[in-house]
């Protein structure tokens, strides 16, 4: 199990407990964390699920594929640590990984 910490645009944290395998965006999900919409159920179309990485974890979470990158392009708010959270697969690394959600999605 790794801790994901999410920090909403106010400040609030929120911080889940998340298995291996999953996904930051499923995660985010399941335990109701505002500001993650995951309009497509994370399936790489619709960067509603945008978040910041933390700077500390940009080399643990890796570079987005190109198809990532393209959907970036859809979201509000780019910034060099701009990830889609359904493309973040949770592994034993990433335990402690906080991502900032923006002031909204799309």
């Not at 407990?17 to 619709?46: F, K, Y």
């Amino acid at each position: 199990m790794a801790k994901i910490t999410y920090i909403a645009p106010d400040g609030q944290e929120f911080v889940v407990e998340a298995a291996a395998g999953t996904t930051v965006m499923e995660n985010a999900v399941r335990n109701d964390v505002p500001g993650i919409e995951a309009e497509c159920g994370g399936a790489c179309s619709c960067a509603t699920c945008h978040v910041y990485v933390d700077e500390e974890w940009m080399d643990a979470v890796g570079q987005p594929e190109v198809m990532e990158e393209d959907m970036l392009d859809f979201a509000y708010d780019v910034r060099p640590n701009s990830r889609l959270s359904c493309q973040i697969r949770v592994t034993d690394a990433l335990d402690g990984l906080i991502v900032r959600i923006p002031e909204r999605q799309g």
